[in-house]
């Protein structure tokens, strides 16, 4: 199978199994592109879920355009950009028909309120996931206290203080923080 259509039918499967969206579809790409198949490493996702962060759209899609631009070049990034979306474009119609034929129905919303709490728990994994990788460059749970990012960590509870102490705009906040990642790991 080549690489493009093996790129389409993982983002595929990622698209169709993205609950909740964003934030808490990150393990499953990293399960994917990272451990199942070897595609980037560890620290080139990293990269990418930051990249994809600070450009606009959703971060799935934008995920999904990186590493298949990193994987295939751009008809990589062309075939995971659609297969991470064409699920949910269907899906989201086939809801959508359906709720409007059913919104007063309260089993619909004991539905709805169900997925909002998975929903809430595939966010707190993918939350675990990106502050594992930033304060000890794995992902992994077998983690001790000596491999700790020790400047990571000082970084992240400065920009936090600042952050609460005075409201700054994010995108101010991540300037400092890419600032200070440059000069603390030129």
């Known amino acids: ?5 093996e790129l389409f039918v993982t983002f595929l499967k990622i698209g169709l199994l993205s609950i909740g969206g964003g934030y808490a579809i990150i393990p499953l790409i990293q399960e994917q592109v990272v451990e199942k198949n070897n595609w980037i490493s560890e620290k080139m996702f990293t990269d990418i879920i930051t990249i ?7 971060l799935a899609v934008n995920t999904s355009t990186f590493v298949g631009l990193q994987v295939g070049g751009m008809i990589g990034a062309l075939a995971a950009t659609v297969g991470c979306i064409f699920c949910g474009v269907i ?6 028909k359906f709720f409007q034929t059913h919104q ?7 539905v709805l309120n169900g997925l909002k709490s998975a929903s809430l728990g595939l966010i707190i994994s993918a939350a675990s996931t990106i502050i594992l990788l ?6 992994k749970s077998e983690i001790d206290f000596l491999s700790l990012n020790w400047i990571a960590l000082l970084i992240f509870l400065t920009m936090l203080f600042i952050a609460r102490k005075w409201k700054l705009n994010p995108i101010v906040i991540i300037l400092i923080s890419g600032i200070a990642g440059f000069v603390f790991y030129r």
Not at 1 to 5: E, G, L, R
Not at 52 to 58: D, K, L, R, V, W
Not at 91 to 96: D, G, I, K, N
């Open 1 to 5: 199978m080549n690489i493009v259509w």
């Open 52 to 58: 994809s962060q600070m450009t606009p759209g959703p």
């Open 91 to 96: 899906v989201s119609l086939a809801l959508y």
């Open 104 to 110: 007063k129905s309260a089993y619909a919303l004991e």
């Open 134 to 139: 930033a304060l000890y460059g794995s992902s």
